[in-house]
């Protein structure tokens, strides 16, 4: 079946219909705005949910097809604002959108496949100790501390730097 133009409505429905110019009805463009925002929730998703289980944290089974899906709509609502023959401001936020998608997607796979891996191992020496070495340091108010001190009781330890 044909899609209805303004020329072959009856009279009622192309008094409602709004038409492009090449007389074919306007239809919305859904998936220039919708592939950013799946782009964007794959990419967010990754780091406030997925990232605490080791299995999805390694290799992000939910949220690479997730991105990809998102830039593939991306690139939909782009070919479909060009073929159209939407307006140019149309035609200009569907490819920012397919631009973000690209920004985010690119972010995304940079970090999960190249940064993480670049993060150092853990030193031996690090794993192997039991006891903290003992050492002495001041507090706020000029007073000094031994860690020594403080065997058998829980210590937490908060070094930063800057000045009182």
Do not use: K
Request: net charge positive; proline share 8%; glycine share 10%.
């Amino acid at each position: 079946m044909r899609e209805p133009t303004a020329a072959t409505a009856p009279p009622i429905v192309r008094r409602m219909m709004p038409v492009m110019s090449n007389g074919r009805p306007r239809r919305r463009n859904l998936a220039a705005w919708l592939g950013p925002v799946v782009t964007f929730v794959g990419m967010v998703s990754y780091f406030t949910l997925f990232a605490r289980f080791p299995a999805l944290r390694d290799f992000p089974w939910g949220n690479l097809p997730l991105v990809l899906a998102g830039v593939a709509l991306s690139i939909l609502g782009l070919v479909r604002s060009v073929r159209c023959g939407s307006r140019w401001w149309a035609r200009g936020l569907a490819g920012l959108g397919l631009a973000l998608s690209l920004l985010l997607g690119g972010f995304f796979v940079a970090y999960v496949f190249v940064l993480s891996y670049a993060l150092p191992a853990p030193t031996t020496t690090a794993a192997s100790l039991d006891v903290a070495p003992d050492f002495e340091l001041p507090d706020a108010h000029g007073a000094m501390h031994r860690l020594s001190d403080y065997r058998g009781s829980r210590v937490v330890l908060v070094f930063y730097r800057g000045h009182w």
